[in-house]
T-cell receptor, first 117, second 116 residues
Framework: DSGVTQTPKHLITATGQRVTLRCSPR?????VYWYQQSLDQGLQFLIQ???????AKGNILERFSAQQFPDLHSELNLSSLELGDSALYFC????????????????FGPGTRLTVL | AQKVTQAQTEISVVEKEDVTLDCVYE???????LFWYKQPPSGELVFLIR??????QNEISGRYSWNFQKSTSSFNFTITASQVVDSAVYFC?????????????FGSGTQLTVLP
């Protein structure tokens, strides 16, 4: 158990809908990262938040957004869902005591499997 | 060009055989970090090891060992005396600077199947 929790475990929804995925980082970790794992794209970095501020963006679509709250939990919002958004979404956390984040180990949650029908 | 290349898509071995998973990376940074993660059939990503670019000392941990060679930009992972429970997808990853922050880039993974 990595200490990172994600809810829900599974989500089934229809095209055009909006969903919210939730992540609680390990105790004491300030950085939260979101990744998408799909068969065709592999594991792709989406976005990072550090202590409530957006820190880095990867291949995140405009239809997707995230935020990190004062208690450090994070939410990933996916809107106008398409069939191709079906994937496993991982949240990870790391200590990142400095903004530069010196190559901290990222510990991953169990993932949320999203199925868009 | 891919930053992290795992050329072996699938490997199948018989229990008790040794197996080496290859990883080649590409970066312009002088300070970077390399990782191996394991994804068993249950789906979670499990951290195995982290190395920084200044530490080329190879490591052995139980049945696992890692061979980091900067000269060839490789970070290979060996399982000795493999077991059925080692069956999983193994990912190599590189943390280096991309824009204003470090990002973790994963290879495409190697599916390891250990047969009884």
């Amino acid at each position: 158990d990595s200490g990172v929790t994600q809810t829900p475990k599974h989500l089934i929804t229809a095209t055009g809908q909006r969903v919210t995925l939730r992540c609680s980082p390990r105790s004491g970790d300030l950085s939260v990262y979101w990744y998408q794992q799909s068969l065709d794209q592999g594991l792709q970095f989406l976005i990072q938040y550090y202590n409530g501020e957006e820190r880095a963006k990867g291949n995140i679509l405009e239809r997707f957004s995230a935020q990190q709250f004062p208690d450090l939990h994070s939410e990933l919002n996916l809107s106008s869902l398409e069939l191709g958004d079906s994937a496993l979404y991982f949240c990870a956390s790391s200590p990142s005591q400095t903004v530069a984040g010196g190559g901290d180990t990222q510990y991953f949650g169990p993932g949320t499997r999203l199925t868009v029908l | 060009a891919q930053k992290v290349t795992q050329a072996q898509t699938e490997i199948s071995v018989v229990e008790k055989e040794d197996v080496t998973l290859d990883c080649v990376y590409e970066t312009r940074d002088t300070t970077y970090y390399l990782f191996w993660y394991k994804q068993p059939p249950s789906g979670e990503l499990v951290f195995l090891i982290r190395r920084n670019s200044f530490d080329e000392q190879n490591e052995i941990s139980g049945r696992y060992s890692w061979n980091f060679q900067k000269s060839t930009s490789s970070f290979n992972f060996t399982i000795t005396a493999s077991q059925v429970v080692d069956s999983a997808v193994y990912f190599c990853a590189l943390s280096d600077w991309s824009g204003s922050a470090r990002q973790l880039t994963f290879g495409s993974g190697t599916q390891l199947t250990v047969l009884p």
